[in-house]
């Protein structure tokens, strides 16, 4: 089944607000990742977190990992029209075949000038 | 431009038809993935290959088949398309298991 779950399902925000996207999951992790997609197109990677990180900066991207509470954020801080998308979170999972990549539902971000 | 590369972009099926998505990546990763993407349950993991030569089912295996003869290449199959595959389809590759994932541009595949 999916790993991560991603809070809430739709974000309406203005212009210059900061927008905060949540992600769950299940299992022990090594790592999770967050993605993006534009509307029709394929995912962008946007940052790795592994888990023994708590907290990573990337430009106006803020992320944080709790492994105890398995649960990670994903912070963008003085949004534009430009961020609008959908946001999902990722995270790894190990079987006996191998490594897989397990994304969530995703979270639609609206930002409105 | 490296990357990689999905074939077709769209594509109208008959029910009961066999198809097969092309995925192609040009930077030598190791690991590949084929996932769907429907309205309202994001992706799902339909198939994975962590090597050439290595396969693994993802959440919703059934009715696909794959295959990785080499690196480069990780084709998706339907053997007898039904309504519910109705999808869009993305390819991925990372370097290595537990690296950032690059995404081809998808195939939207309408069974009818």
């Known amino acids: 089944s999916q790993q991560g779950e991603e809070d809430p399902q739709a974000l309406s925000i203005q212009e210059g607000e900061n927008a905060t996207m949540n992600c769950s999951y299940k299992?022990?992790?090594?790592?999770l990742q967050w993605y993006r997609q534009n509307s029709g197109r394929g995912l962008v990677h946007l940052i790795l977190?592994?888990?023994?990180?708590r907290e990573k900066h990337s430009g106006r991207l803020r992320v944080t990992l709790d492994t105890s509470k398995k649960s990670s954020s994903l912070l963008i801080t003085a949004s534009r029209a430009a961020d609008t998308a959908s946001y999902f979170c990722?995270?790894?999972?190990?079987?006996?075949?191998?490594?897989?990549?397990?994304f969530g539902k995703g979270t639609s971000l609206l930002v409105t000038p | 431009i490296a990357g990689i590369t999905q074939a077709p972009t769209s594509q109208i099926l008959a029910a009961g038809r066999r198809m097969t998505l092309r995925c192609t990546q040009d930077?030598?990763?190791?690991?590949m993935y084929w996932y769907r993407q429907d309205l309202g349950l994001g992706l799902r993991l339909i198939h994975y290959?962590?090597?050439?030569?290595?396969?693994g089912k993802g959440e919703v295996p059934d009715g696909y088949s794959v295959s990785r003869a080499n690196t480069d290449d990780f084709p998706l199959t339907l053997a007898s398309a039904v309504p519910s595959q109705t999808s869009v389809y993305f390819c991925?590759?990372?370097?290595?298991?537990?690296?950032?994932?690059?995404f081809g541009q998808g195939t939207r595949l309408t069974v009818v």
């Open positions: 991925a590759s990372s370097e290595r298991g537990e690296g950032e994932a690059f």
């Open positions: 299992t022990s992790i090594n790592n």
């Open positions: 977190i592994r888990s023994n990180e």
């Open positions: 990722a995270t790894d999972a190990w079987s006996n075949s191998g490594y897989a990549l397990n």
């Open positions: 930077m030598r990763h190791n690991a």
């Open positions: 290959s962590n090597t050439a030569g290595t396969t």
